[in-house]
């Protein structure tokens, strides 16, 4: 069994945290920070255990980019 690396983004959502995994637009959440990351590990986990290899890649974005900017605003 091999593994990879992923990007979690994790977002505050009322009184939780929702997380993101953008290469596999797999998303989870949690009532803190780190508990929203290991249910987005799990969930991907289980996914890429249960999707068979053509959905896997259909979803897959080997392509991820994570940067901020700014933008005016009146």
Known sequence: MGSRSYTAIVEKEG???????????????????????ANLK???ELFLECADPAEIERHLHTEVFVTRFEAAHG
Do not use: H, N, Y
């Open 42 to 44: 799990e969930a991907v």
């Open 15 to 37: 009184s939780g945290f929702v997380s993101l995994c953008p290469e596999l637009d797999v998303a989870s959440q949690g009532e803190t920070v780190e508990s929203a990351i």
